[in-house]
Every structure is written in C-alpha cells, then in structure tokens.
C-alpha cells in the first residue's frame, strides 16, 4: 500500500460540519461521526477478521453484479475488487474504527466499510483520498445496497464461517471423550443420583455418555448453520428491491459463491428475511445449549477429582497451575472452572440475543450490532475455550481405579446388583446395616452366609454390562 504522511490531513464535511482526518487513514466523516458519537466498546468492526472480510465480500460480489447489470463501470469495478482484497488481507484494519456495537442500526458499520474501500480504490487510481472524483462511497461502492440488506448479508457469511471452526473443536472433543471412554472401560466405577451411592457401573460408559451428548453437540450446531445460506443482499432498504437494477439480485449470488466458495442463496421472501432474524435466536439458542452441556461435563469432572483427600478423588485430572497464593501444594480444577465460567457468559450473551431479535420493528431490525457482538463473542469464547479444555484437560485426565472399586465395594451401592438373587427386603435391610455400622454391605454379606464377596462381585460385574434388545 502507498505509504501516506501522517502529519498530512485532509478535510471532509456533513451537515454537522468539518473534520480533520490523518493523512494516513482511508476512512471519511461518515465513519467519523459513527467514532465520535458511538464508541462504547474495546472492539471495533475489525476485531473479528471473519466479519470484516464478510462486508468486503459483499461489497465485491455488489460491484461485479452492478458491472453485469450495466451500472458500474469497469474501471470502478476493478478498483472496488481491489480495495476489498487489501480488506480482507488485514491492510485497512487501523481505517475500520467503528465500534462493532455502535448504535446506528449498523449504517456507521456499512459507511466506515464504504467510505475505507473508496478510499483505497481511489489510491489504486491514483487519485486522492477523501475526494471521491472517481470512486465515491454511496454512489459506486454502495451501488445496489442499504445498510438493511447488506449488514445482516455480512453478519450471516461471518457466522456461518466463524462456525466452522468451533464444530470442528466440539468434534474434536467428542473423539477425545470415545478415548476415553475406551481408556477407563474396565474401570469399576460408583453411579450416583441426586449425589448419593446409586449403582455400580463403569467408569468409560460415564464417558461414553459425555461421547454421545458431545457428537450431538457437533450435530445440532452444523444444523443450525445450514440456516445461514440465506441472506437478505439484494432487497436493499426494506425488502422491495427499490433502488438495485431487476437482474442485479441474480448476479450477486453468483459472484458471491464464487468469492465465498458457500451456495448463499436468495430468500423465499425478501420482506420476511429483512424484517426478521430468527435464525440469530436459534444459532444463539444453539450455542447456549453447547456451553450449558460442557459446563455440566466440567461440572461432574470438578466433583469427582475433588480432594484428593478430602473429596471423592475418582479423576485424576492434569496439574495446569498452582491453586493458591497462600496455600502451599494446592492444586484447582481450573480448565472445568473456566469452562462452567465461560458459559456463563454465553448464557447471558443469548439473553442479549433474544431481546434483541424481540425488539426489532416493522420493516427491519436495526439491533443487528448486538447480535453481531453478542454472537461472535459466543462463538469465540466456545471455540477457544473447547479447544484448551480438551487439549490441557480432558487428554491427560487419569483415572484413580483404586479409589473408584473402594467406593463402589464399600457402599451399598452394590445393593440394586443383589436383588435377583436375594430379593429386595432381605438386601435392603442389610444394606441399612452396613450404613449403620459403617462397614461394606459384601463383608456383612459374607458374614451372614448370604452370599460370598466373589459371588457378589460376579452380580456387580453383570449389572455394570447391561444387554439391550431393542
């Protein structure tokens, strides 16, 4: 890119009057005044890569099919193309300061992102910044477009891409959990409910259950991205088509499967897909369900590796860090904290999502930016976060095997594996024996003549193998 003298600065005004802007910066009073008034956030629409090469896209697949339809010229065409490449290679970051949760409706987003490619383009010309003699932002680069059509356009493309990685994470950790589940099949394991001695099972089949709710994780989030091949590009301000040429819609679907490499597609009906964004309560919804469930994994880890004198001490689970300033050799549960933390912050971003798909009003939505943040912070924190739970918590997880038979031969857990043989009254009045005593219900069994401790062990191992007919 041209390089541009900083203490250089260029005029640009509106009705609200002039603004001094850096030499050095392709942005324009548009984006300035969306800076100004709106910057309530550490996050700028830059922050997220996938979002800001969304609206590039967009703008590029607009000016081929502004070129197709007759109202573009080549030479503009091929200067917009340009600029929206340098975009998406990161060049224009420091030139896209809207606040990605400005208040605007996302009109400041759509300008700064208009204002920044006819800038470039205007440079690649070799014309000046900010005099827009060539390449003008509304009239050239936001050519067959509105704010309403072509920011919620961007928002889905950054979704549906930011997507793909965390499905990728959540399948990641579902084959770590058939591992697992396999590592600790033959670990006799101590069932509980409502956190009392329940059943004897095995350690892996807990696992395998962790296994199957994560695949289906994975399942239900690639379900609800195939519903953000749909986007809104093309119905322009409110759904009519008012102000793009007839074949425009046409031609910018083609263009953008071809830059996007994804079959987006045209809506059944462009009033429907303005003025509603259900699809953003079901993603979210989607992504609460995820981080709920894995904070409920993380829970039970954090549980079972309690102690490990003084808990259950069943997992033994990777030392990350030390635990304490103060206490000397503790060591905290910290990757399952973190996990149960971070859907805490998912859950409220859902909330955040859902008044915000709520409040939208007659023709469209103008709390698109909220979405935007709210979602990608979702997405985000899921992906990162599943990513070092498995990678430093969930692969060097151990299984005490000792510790876990202790627990399951000394309760009168065993109990429920005793009744075909014995009957329910005789077991249960020596299963409140052994809790009253305090001493394992198979030594009270042996003792009684009831049943030896190897017979015992014989009917546990049979109930931790359950035969399904379906």
């Known amino acids: 890119m041209t390089t541009f003298n900083p203490a250089e600065t260029r005029i640009e005004a509106d009705y609200v009057g002039e603004v001094q802007i850096p030499g050095d910066k392709l942005f324009g009073v548009n984006s300035v005044r969306g800076f100004q008034n709106l910057s309530i956030s550490p996050l700028t629409v830059a922050h997220y890569p996938e979002f800001r090469n969304a609206f590039a896209q967009c703008k590029w697949a607009a000016a081929l099919a502004n070129l197709d339809s007759g109202v573009l010229p080549s030479a503009q065409c091929e200067a917009i193309i340009l600029a929206c490449?340098?975009?998406?290679?990161?060049?224009?970051?420091?030139?896209?300061?809207?606040?990605?949760?400005?208040?605007?409706?996302?009109?400041?987003?759509?300008?700064?992102?208009?204002?920044?490619?006819?800038?470039?383009?205007?440079?690649?010309?070799?014309?000046?910044?900010?005099s827009y003699d060539v390449v003008h932002p509304n009239d050239h680069v936001n050519c067959s477009q509105s704010t309403n059509d072509v920011y919620p356009a961007a928002l889905k493309i950054a979704t549906y891409a930011m997507m793909g990685p965390l499905i990728s994470e959540v399948e990641k950790l579902a084959v770590q959990f058939d591992r697992k589940s396999e590592q600790f099949a033959d670990v006799l394991h101590l069932g509980r409910t409502c956190l009392q001695d329940a059943q004897p099972m095995r350690l892996g089949q807990l696992f395998s259950g962790y296994a199957s709710l994560t695949h289906r994780l994975a399942?239900?989030?690639?379900?609800?991205?195939?519903?953000?091949?749909?986007?809104?590009?093309?119905?322009?301000?409110?759904?009519?088509?008012?102000?793009?040429?007839?074949?425009?819609?046409?031609?910018?679907?083609?263009?953008?499967?071809?830059?996007?490499?994804?079959?987006?597609?045209?809506?059944?009906?462009?009033?429907?897909?303005?003025?509603?964004?259900?699809?953003?309560?079901?993603?979210?919804?989607?992504?609460?369900?995820?981080?709920?469930?894995?904070?409920?994994?993380?829970?039970?880890?954090?549980?079972?590796?309690?102690?490990?004198?003084?808990?259950?001490?069943?997992?033994?689970?990777?030392?990350?860090?030390?635990?304490?300033?103060?206490?000397?050799?503790?060591?905290?549960?910290?990757?399952?904290?973190?996990?149960?933390?971070?859907?805490?912050?998912?859950?409220?971003?859902?909330?955040?999502?859902?008044?915000?798909?709520?409040?939208?009003?007659?023709?469209?939505?103008?709390?698109?930016?909220?979405?935007?943040?709210?979602?990608?912070?979702?997405?985000?924190?899921?992906?990162?976060?599943?990513?070092?739970?498995?990678?430093?918590?969930?692969?060097?997880?151990?299984?005490?095997?000792?510790?876990?038979?202790?627990?399951?031969?000394?309760?009168?857990?065993?109990?429920?594996?005793?009744?075909?043989?014995?009957?329910?009254?005789?077991?249960?009045k020596l299963a409140r024996q052994s809790v009253a005593e305090g001493r394992s219900l198979l030594a009270i069994l042996e003792e009684s003549g009831q049943m030896t401790q190897a017979e015992a062990m014989a009917a546990i191992e049979k109930a931790t193998h359950p035969v399904f007919i379906d």
Do not use: W
């Open 85 to 130: 490449r340098e975009v998406i290679e990161g060049k224009c970051d420091d030139s896209l300061i809207v606040d990605l949760l400005e208040g605007s409706g996302g009109t400041s987003t759509n300008m700064n992102f208009n204002e920044v490619i006819a800038n470039c383009a205007q440079r690649l010309m070799g014309h000046a910044a900010g």
């Open 219 to 428: 399942e239900e989030l690639r379900n609800v991205r195939g519903k953000l091949l749909t986007l809104p590009l093309g119905g322009t301000a409110i759904g009519t088509g008012f102000g793009a040429p007839a074949a425009y819609r046409g031609f910018v679907y083609q263009h953008l499967a071809k830059i996007t490499g994804v079959a987006y597609q045209a809506p059944t009906n462009s009033f429907d897909a303005m003025q509603n964004m259900d699809v953003f309560s079901r993603v979210s919804a989607e992504l609460r369900t995820c981080s709920a469930s894995l904070s409920k994994i993380a829970s039970d880890l954090t549980v079972l590796s309690s102690g490990p004198v003084g808990g259950i001490g069943e997992l033994i689970l990777p030392e990350a860090q030390a635990g304490s300033s103060i206490m000397p050799g503790k060591v905290n549960p910290v990757l399952p904290m973190s996990m149960i933390q971070l859907s805490f912050a998912v859950i409220g971003n859902d909330t955040a999502v859902a008044q915000a798909v709520q409040y939208g009003q007659l023709e469209i939505n103008h709390f698109e930016p909220v979405v935007s943040s709210r979602v990608f912070d979702s997405i985000s924190l899921l992906t990162n976060g599943i990513q070092r739970f498995r990678e430093k918590c969930i692969e060097g997880i151990e299984a005490n095997a000792q510790r876990n038979e202790e627990h399951v031969v000394q309760s009168m857990a065993v109990a429920t594996a005793l009744v075909p043989k014995l009957g329910y009254a005789k077991v249960s």
